[in-house]
């Protein structure tokens, strides 16, 4: 809670209603996880529709101090979950529970797990990293509830779109110690550390191999339906996902050093300033990247 009020400082108060209301604002997206079922919660209009509440009214302090609640060393951040109390319009529903697709089945699993507001009258919120390190899987989910990529796009003229872009950028960091190295016991702190950090890196791996998959799902879509009638995308459309991660930074001894910069609010200025050169390096080195500005310059 102290952490919220912190950040309510920083951000003066601002709600997502403020944010949204300002002109050319972005599409914020943050994301916590659900320490109950391990699963995301998105601070979207569509999940809190869920639950019967207004995201536009949410500070965005909260959604932080929530994504950046690390298990056991920050508190969980909870709400009241009013599931019931709205008209159904207000709680869309995300697929259905029977379909084919594994991740739709998910998907509404999950979003059913809320609509009980008497099994599940409160929700615990810890940091995002647990379930998605990447920030991409929200992005990941809201394609697939839509069927498919031309439906992100509902508001896009036929033939106005020439190039889509990715940029995903993989922030985990390595461990601190490394437990296999060693027979001895782990200490508390090291399992700790270890079941968090260990519990995200997994999850950054499933999320890269999700985007892979629908990378080509989506290549596919856009193969077949570029340049057709009503379609939003040109003929010339093109998609192009790059992937960032400190792991591509090609010197070892600067890659090691900057994989081990600590998990915290606070980070020493070199450090900062090493870990911008290195990112903006693996990023224009990224072969993806290098083929997406050759692509841009085919549009002049």
């Not at 050093?257 to 980070?267: D, Q, W």
Request: charged content about 25%.
């Amino acid at each position: 809670q102290r952490l919220a009020q912190r950040l309510d400082e920083l951000y003066r108060g601002l709600t997502f209603g403020d944010l949204k209301s300002r002109p050319h604002a972005p599409d914020l997206m943050v994301t916590a996880t659900d320490l109950t079922t391990g699963a995301p919660f998105d601070f979207t209009p569509e999940q809190f529709g869920l639950i019967c509440s207004d995201l536009d009214r949410t500070p965005l302090s909260f959604a932080v101090a929530a994504s950046s609640a690390v298990p056991i060393l920050l508190s969980p951040m909870t709400l009241k979950n009013h599931a019931g109390e709205c008209a159904p319009a207000a709680t869309p529903p995300r697929g259905p529970a029977t379909s084919d697709d594994y991740r739709t089945r998910l998907l509404a699993l999950s979003a059913q797990s809320y609509r009980d507001a008497k099994e599940r009258p409160y929700i615990h919120l810890v940091d995002g990293g647990v379930s998605d390190n990447t920030g991409a899987r929200l992005m990941l989910d809201r394609l697939l509830a839509g069927g498919s990529i031309a439906s992100s796009f509902p508001d896009a003229p036929p033939g106005s779109i020439h190039r889509m872009v990715l940029i995903t950028v993989n922030s985990e960091r390595d461990l601190a110690e490394r437990i296999d190295a060693s027979d001895q016991v782990p200490s508390t702190g090291q399992v700790i550390e270890t079941l968090v950090f260990g519990a995200g890196a997994r999850e950054t791996q499933v999320t890269l191999a999700m985007l892979n998959d629908d990378h080509r799902r989506w290549q596919a879509e856009l193969m077949r339906t570029r340049g057709t009638p009503g379609s939003p995308f040109a003929a010339d459309a093109e998609l192009h996902i790059v992937s960032v991660s400190l792991h591509d930074v090609p010197d070892d001894k600067i890659r090691h050093s900057l994989l081990r910069v600590p998990t915290a609010f606070t980070i020493e200025g070199r450090d900062v300033q090493e870990l911008q050169k290195a990112g903006a390096e693996a990023l224009r080195s990224a072969p993806a990247f290098i083929r997406l500005r050759e692509s841009l310059g085919r549009l002049k």
